[in-house]
């Protein structure tokens, strides 16, 4: 998979990223967030990521600073 910036002000199409798919995200401050797709908002500019190890729900939006780094490894 390839890493999406989204950083740059456009949002990338995370439609495209399945419900149950692992990912990892990273921040520009070296912040990790890793887990497995919840859900998608229609327009691509919010996901719901389910966090790995029982960490909870995160909400993650385009203007946040993170960019998809890779498929995760879900725990």
Request: glycine share 12%; hydrophobic share 30%; aromatic share 6%.
């Amino acid at each position: 998979m390839n890493s999406l910036d989204i950083t740059e002000g456009s949002v990338p199409d995370w439609s495209e990223l399945p419900h149950g798919q692992p990912v990892v995200f990273e921040h520009h401050t070296g912040h990790t967030i890793g887990g497995i797709v919840d859900m998608c908002s229609e327009d691509s500019s919010v996901l719901w990521v389910l966090m790995d190890n029982g960490a909870g729900r995160r909400l993650i939006h385009h203007q946040d600073g993170y960019r998809l780094a890779s498929p995760g490894t879900s725990d």
